[in-house]
Nanobody
């Protein structure tokens, strides 16, 4: 298992940027695929971005493609989500997750952080 703690959320104006961090502890981090998901009030938790264990492969939801970038530093056991050109519809609680499969399905992730709030004002 991997323990995950997100940080970096906050309030930003539309068009602005934020960088989320997800600090991980646990021996399996460097061999795990990492994902970012988000959940807006009253909505389901949705996939945002995915990165494989060595950082070579990434995948994004269509809604964030070209604006968000996922990266990882295995030496620091940290995953990042750089969010640019933010829109009000990006407002949500953002969660990082760790899984054994390169997958966008929530059920394929076995470890989750507590989430960090991102609010984008118009």
């Amino acid at each position: 298992q991997v323990q995950l703690v997100e940080s970096g959320g906050g309030l930003v104006q539309a068009g602005g940027s934020l960088r989320l961090s997800c600090a991980a502890s646990g021996r399996t981090f460097s061999s795990s695929n990492q994902g970012w998901f988000r959940q807006a009030p009253g909505k389901e938790r949705d996939f945002v971005a995915l990165i494989n264990w060595n950082g070579i492969s990434t995948h994004y939801a269509e809604s964030v493609k070209g604006r968000f970038t996922i990266s990882r530093d295995n030496a620091k056991t940290t995953v990042y989500l750089q969010m640019n050109s933010l829109k009000p519809e990006d407002t949500a609680v953002y969660y990082c997750a760790s899984g054994s499969y390169y997958s966008t399905a929530l059920t394929d992730f076995h470890s989750w952080g507590q989430g960090t709030q991102v609010t984008v004002s118009s």
